[in-house]
């Protein structure tokens, strides 16, 4: 018997599938895909590059966590930017879900090391789809732009393996660490996940008008100083 889809193909309040803005955007991106596994490969790289990767862009309402909200917005973290992909996925009737994991995140700023008090990132989103016979991970959170300003290895997905975060950055670092998988999801469990936030990152989410774009700059620039000072090797 043919496994039964049809909880992984209906929108839902937050993965509206059905607005307007969100089958427009999913549409126009199929650059003309017959496959389904084309086509989500498409879908997943309009979504990582096209949608800026913004941790301090945490609105836990419905409405913020919304596929379409994130699409007017340009901005997202990761797991608005997975129900945004698992949306426009619905779109065009091929199978996705939400999956979650607590990762040791070593991409972060001093804003975020200092509200934050730990390198741990609960509830870390991607989206599973359903590609020629099985569900794949793809993680589309972060864009080409900020992967490349801090030498991160992009993410890149084939619709035949799993897309999830290399451990070591370009450079040899220590960059993403997988500590526990919570699983994955016909919809957002909006409640767990705000009431985890909420426990562990208070002072993260009532950030206003903070612009994650300069604190990466000033990132880099304190790395490339640390860098310029070094010793020279014997």
């Not at 803005?21 to 790289?45: E, P, W």
């Not at 009431?195 to 208070?202: A, I, K, N």
Request: glycine share 6%.
């Amino acid at each position: 018997m043919a496994p039964d889809f049809h909880e992984t193909l209906r929108p839902t309040p937050v993965i509206d599938s059905d607005h307007t803005r969100v089958t427009t955007f999913a549409r126009s991106h199929m650059n003309g895909s017959a496959t389904a596994r084309d086509q989500a490969v498409c879908l997943y790289y309009a979504v990582r590059d096209g949608i800026r990767y913004d941790p301090y862009a945490i609105d836990l309402s419905m409405e913020g966590m919304r596929a379409s909200t994130t699409l007017a917005s340009g901005r997202g973290w990761c797991v608005p930017k997975a129900v945004l992909l698992a949306a426009c996925c619905r779109v065009l009737r091929i199978p996705a879900k939400l999956g979650f994991a607590d990762v040791r995140n070593h991409l972060s700023t001093e804003r975020l090391r200092t509200l934050m008090k730990t390198d741990i990132f609960f509830w870390h989103g991607y989206t599973s789809i359903y590609i020629d016979g099985q569900w794949v991970k793809a993680t589309p959170a972060f864009n080409i732009e900020l992967c490349e300003r801090f030498h991160l290895k992009p993410l890149d997905f084939d619709g035949g393996s799993d897309s999830i975060y290399h451990p070591f950055d370009q450079l040899g670092n220590a960059h993403m660490e997988y500590v526990r998988y919570r699983g994955e999801f016909l919809d957002l469990p909006l409640d767990q996940i705000k009431d985890t936030l909420q426990r562990h990152y208070g002072p993260l989410l009532s950030l206003t008008a903070v612009d994650f774009d300069e604190d990466v700059n000033k990132e880099r620039s304190a790395v490339n100083s640390a860098s310029n000072h070094l010793p020279p090797d014997k």
